[in-house]
């Protein structure tokens, strides 16, 4: 039950030949590691063209070296040996070798695109309480890099690419913590064991791709949450339409229509509109504000050359920002209102003059989330003309405003890729912005049947995902929510998360902290019990959306304002001796005054389940 992974982001550039991972891990309790991935060019999806011999299973081995009670960063240990294995250097004392062939299965299995290659340990390694310098080290075929044959037997040579983030282009947290493992100071070498190494401190700013899947050993206290509580509010919302495949497409359910959306707080009111295409009848590519104020801004977007593009054209592409004449709130911005937009070819735009790093869609949830924050009208493959060097293409894109009441993109018989083959059809509709936060999408006509399109809003930069569990992918049925007066998007509030202070080692006191309490929270309960159930859904209290994750009645209840967010298990302010092996549960009730009646009627919120292991260690 308790298992964990250290898992990084999975973005980044080759390292051309990367051999070497290293990193400073810390271990609260004795683990065994099962699985270690790293992500390599054959892997690495959109980052590279695949090297084609090492495409198959295995393609090399992973290494495992630690240097117990020492510190990646002590420069002593990284003395450049030109470390290699035909003939072998090995590393100097007091590097062990924690994997090898006699005793472990090592080999590195090549995995598909943007999943991590991965070394399966049988079995697995065991590593004690404390800390640890490790280092990974990537062996290609053989030991060493093959030379690649001539004519039609030429290939690249057998070595091992790895895959690093490049922080100063996407951030994240140079560290990693789960309360039994962390890792930090985590870097990349080439050759491994080099004196010198790339990490979150160097120029650019460096991180590994690699993840850790372990398990506790044996007599080790643990925790564990399980269940989703109440209402995880992300302010993402949408609707994907998958594709036909038709020649004649399909038509979204919104098209011909329009869908408001206005700005509440920190969400939107989501509500069918009142224009229709083209909006208040006015003629795309009519206004001057643009065209007079900002001569480098066209009204006529795909008269300029874009300023990111797949193909160098305008398919797949993105425009220059775009100043906007008012600043432009929205759910999520951290009271930083946009300035200026990125219009994309494909039916999106990105908010505050940030260029997204995929300028597609093509099913890409995760790549849309991670980008800046976005609103997408109809974001599919479309192939408008591209009139800056007349090649390819049909219809037009198109940015008016009046330079300080609205600013409406028109997509204006654009046709979806390949030019006419997919549908025959061509697509026309609106995205409007206004200086209080409201936005409006119109339709006229919509038709997709070779790609999926996408519908809604996110804040981007790493948010959340709504609907991952859904097929399709809908976080809501847009047009069930409209149709039945409209819905609230989320505040990006997340559930009231139930967690220990520390292991519930014996000797040591069991202190629970509940965070992510709503703002209206006046009681917080925590009940304790010693079986859980895998989430009752609490519609008949009056709590639609919410989940009971332990059984009643409870062993005990501990209450308190909910200011204070940690309590104490009177009894176990000292964890006895006898309570090691044994589990209990236990999960929190908030009550709430004054709690927006969308969330439920009986102001009542609940947290996770959380699962709690006695033990010694």
Same mark, same amino acid.
């Given at each position: 039950?308790?298992?964990?992974?250290?898992?990084?982001?999975?973005?980044?550039?080759?390292?051309?030949?990367?051999?070497?991972?290293?990193?400073?891990?810390?271990?609260?309790?004795?683990?065994?590691?099962?699985?270690?991935?790293?992500?390599?060019?054959?892997?690495?999806?959109n980052?590279?063209?695949?090297?084609?011999?090492?495409?198959?299973?295995?393609?090399?081995?992973?290494?495992?070296?630690?240097?117990?009670?020492?510190?990646?960063?002590?420069?002593?240990?990284?003395?450049?040996?030109?470390?290699?294995?035909?003939?072998?250097?090995?590393?100097?004392?007091?590097?062990?070798?924690?994997?090898?062939?006699?005793?472990?299965?090592?080999?590195?299995?090549?995995?598909?695109?943007?999943?991590?290659?991965?070394?399966?340990?049988?079995?697995?390694?065991?590593?004690?309480?404390?800390?640890?310098?490790?280092?990974?080290?990537?062996v290609?075929?053989?030991?060493?890099?093959?030379?690649?044959?001539?004519?039609?037997?030429?290939?690249?040579?057998?070595?091992?690419?790895?895959?690093?983030?490049?922080?100063?282009?996407?951030? $994240?947290?140079?560290? #990693?913590?789960? +309360?039994?493992? @962390?890792?930090?100071?985590?870097g990349?070498? *080439? %050759?491994?064991?080099? &004196?010198?190494?790339?990490?979150?401190?160097?120029?650019?700013?460096?991180?590994?791709?690699?993840?850790?899947?372990?398990?506790?050993?044996?007599?080790?206290?643990?925790?564990?949450r399980?269940?989703?509580?109440?209402?995880?509010?992300?302010?993402?919302?949408?609707?994907?339409?998958?594709?036909?495949?038709?020649?004649?497409?399909?038509?979204?359910?919104?098209?011909?229509?329009?869908?408001?959306?206005?700005?509440? $707080?920190?969400?939107y #009111?989501?509500? +069918?509109?009142? @224009?229709?295409?083209?909006?208040?009848?006015? *003629? %795309?590519?009519?206004? &001057?504000?643009?065209?007079?104020?900002?001569?480098?801004?066209?009204?006529?977007?795909?008269?300029?050359?874009?300023?990111?593009?797949v193909?160098?054209?305008?398919?797949?592409?993105?425009?220059?920002?775009?100043?906007?004449?008012?600043?432009?709130?929205?759910?999520?911005?951290?009271?930083?209102?946009?300035?200026?937009?990125?219009?994309?070819?494909?039916?999106?735009?990105?908010?505050?003059?940030?260029?997204?790093?995929?300028?597609?869609?093509?099913?890409?949830?995760?790549?849309?989330?991670?980008?800046?924050?976005?609103?997408?009208?109809?974001?599919?493959?479309?192939?408008?003309?591209?009139?800056?060097?007349?090649?390819?293409?049909?219809g037009?894109?198109?940015?008016?405003?009046?330079?300080?009441n609205?600013?409406?993109?028109?997509?204006?018989?654009?046709?979806?890729?390949?030019?006419?083959?997919?549908?025959?059809?061509?697509?026309?509709?609106?995205?409007?912005?206004?200086?209080?936060?409201?936005?409006?999408?119109?339709?006229g006509?919509?038709?997709?049947?070779?790609?999926?399109?996408?519908?809604?809003?996110?804040?981007?930069?790493?948010?959340?995902?709504?609907?991952?569990?859904s097929?399709?992918?809908?976080?809501?049925?847009?047009?069930?929510?409209?149709?039945?007066?409209?819905?609230?998007?989320?505040?990006?509030?997340?559930?009231?998360?139930?967690?220990?202070?520390?292991?519930?080692r014996?000797?040591?006191?069991?202190?629970?902290?509940?965070t992510?309490?709503?703002?209206?929270?006046?009681?917080?309960?925590?009940?304790?019990?010693?079986?859980?159930?895998?989430?009752?859904?609490?519609?008949?209290?009056?709590?639609?959306?919410?989940?009971?994750?332990?059984?009643?009645?409870?062993?005990?209840?501990?209450?308190?304002?909910?200011?204070?967010?940690?309590?104490?298990?009177?009894?176990?302010?000292?964890?006895?001796?006898?309570?090691?092996?044994?589990?209990?549960?236990?999960?929190?009730?908030?009550?709430?005054a004054?709690?927006?009646?969308?969330?439920?009627?009986?102001?009542?919120?609940?947290?996770?389940?959380?699962?709690?292991?006695?033990?010694?260690n």
């Amino acid at each position: 039950m308790f298992e964990g992974a250290a898992l990084p982001p999975n973005y980044g550039v080759s390292l051309d030949p990367g051999v070497g991972i290293r990193f400073d891990l810390v271990a609260d309790a004795p683990i065994e590691v099962m699985n270690i991935g790293i992500n390599v060019l054959g892997d690495g999806g959109n980052y590279g063209m695949p090297v084609p011999n090492l495409i198959g299973a295995p393609n090399g081995t992973l290494e495992v070296w630690v240097a117990p009670n020492h510190s990646v960063r002590e420069a002593a240990l990284f003395t450049n040996v030109n470390y290699r294995h035909n003939p072998p250097t090995m590393p100097p004392l007091p590097w062990t070798l924690l994997s090898n062939q006699v005793t472990h299965v090592s080999n590195l299995v090549w995995s598909d695109p943007d999943t991590p290659s991965t070394a399966s340990f049988t079995p697995p390694l065991s590593l004690a309480a404390g800390s640890y310098a490790v280092v990974l080290v990537a062996v290609p075929r053989g030991g060493a890099s093959i030379p690649g044959g001539t004519g039609a037997t030429a290939r690249p040579a057998d070595r091992i690419h790895l895959l690093s983030t490049n922080l100063a282009q996407v951030p $994240g947290p140079a560290s #990693f913590a789960d +309360g039994v493992l @962390s890792i930090a100071n985590a870097g990349v070498q *080439t %050759p491994a064991f080099a &004196s010198t190494s790339k990490d979150a401190t160097s120029t650019p700013p460096v991180l590994p791709n690699f993840e850790l899947t372990y398990r506790l050993g044996a007599n080790a206290a643990a925790q564990q949450r399980y269940g989703l509580g109440c209402y995880d509010r992300k302010h993402t919302f949408y609707e994907g339409f998958l594709a036909t495949g038709t020649a004649g497409g399909a038509t979204i359910d919104l098209a011909p229509g329009s869908l408001a959306l206005r700005k509440l $707080g920190n969400r939107y #009111f989501v509500e +069918g509109g009142q @224009s229709s295409y083209p909006r208040n009848g006015f *003629t %795309p590519g009519s206004s &001057s504000w643009y065209r007079v104020n900002h001569p480098a801004t066209p009204t006529h977007v795909n008269t300029r050359a874009p300023a990111t593009s797949v193909w160098g054209d305008w398919d797949d592409a993105t425009s220059q920002a775009y100043p906007l004449p008012f600043a432009f709130p929205f759910p999520g911005d951290a009271g930083v209102p946009a300035t200026a937009i990125v219009i994309g070819s494909n039916g999106a735009i990105w908010l505050g003059g940030a260029q997204p790093t995929t300028q597609r869609f093509l099913g890409d949830y995760q790549g849309w989330l991670d980008g800046p924050p976005s609103l997408a009208a109809a974001y599919f493959d479309l192939y408008p003309a591209d009139r800056f060097t007349l090649y390819g293409g049909a219809g037009d894109i198109y940015i008016d405003s009046d330079g300080s009441n609205y600013v409406t993109i028109s997509w204006v018989a654009v046709t979806e890729y390949p030019s006419g083959a997919a549908t025959g059809t061509l697509n026309s509709f609106q995205l409007t912005l206004m200086p209080n936060g409201n936005a409006e999408f119109t339709y006229g006509r919509i038709r997709h049947g070779a790609s999926d399109l996408l519908v809604g809003f996110t804040p981007g930069n790493g948010a959340g995902d709504p609907g991952s569990g859904s097929t399709p992918r809908r976080a809501p049925d847009l047009r069930s929510g409209i149709a039945t007066g409209g819905f609230l998007s989320g505040d990006g509030a997340s559930p009231s998360l139930l967690q220990l202070t520390s292991r519930p080692r014996v000797g040591a006191p069991l202190v629970f902290d509940t965070t992510n309490l709503d703002a209206t929270a006046v009681l917080n309960i925590t009940l304790v019990s010693t079986t859980s159930v895998p989430g009752i859904d609490l519609a008949m209290l009056g709590m639609r959306g919410c989940e009971a994750n332990v059984m009643l009645p409870e062993i005990a209840a501990f209450a308190q304002f909910a200011q204070n967010r940690t309590a104490t298990w009177p009894a176990l302010a000292s964890i006895p001796a006898m309570f090691a092996g044994f589990d209990l549960f236990a999960q929190s009730v908030q009550l709430c005054a004054g709690m927006p009646v969308s969330y439920n009627a009986a102001n009542v919120l609940v947290s996770n389940g959380l699962c709690v292991r006695f033990d010694r260690n």
